[in-house]
């Protein structure tokens, strides 16, 4: 398959953009506010209690904070539609 040009940056504008448009859609036409977050469920959640991980301690440290600060700038993505109408 030929590659298409799309970089990852306008992968995540484009799930930005969808974002927006769902909650404007569920939360502000269809009155539907229902608090949820724009990523579900923390990494590696599945995995936590194995006894062989398949990354090392430190990795899997550095994962969840990047984790956690994606998360966060997501979850600020649903925030201020109203005031954008």
Do not use: C, N
């Not at 006894?51 to 090392?56: I, L």
Request: net charge negative.
């Amino acid at each position: 398959m030929a590659a298409t040009g799309i970089a990852l940056a306008d992968v995540d504008e484009v799930h930005r953009a969808l974002v927006r448009v769902e909650r404007a859609i569920t939360d502000l036409l269809l009155f539907i506010g229902v608090h949820r977050d724009v990523v579900p469920m923390p990494p590696l959640g599945l995995f936590k209690g194995l006894e062989q991980p398949y990354a090392s301690p430190d990795a899997i440290t550095k994962m969840d904070t990047l984790w956690d600060q994606l998360a966060a700038e997501r979850d600020q993505w649903a925030k201020g539609i109203a005031e954008e109408f």
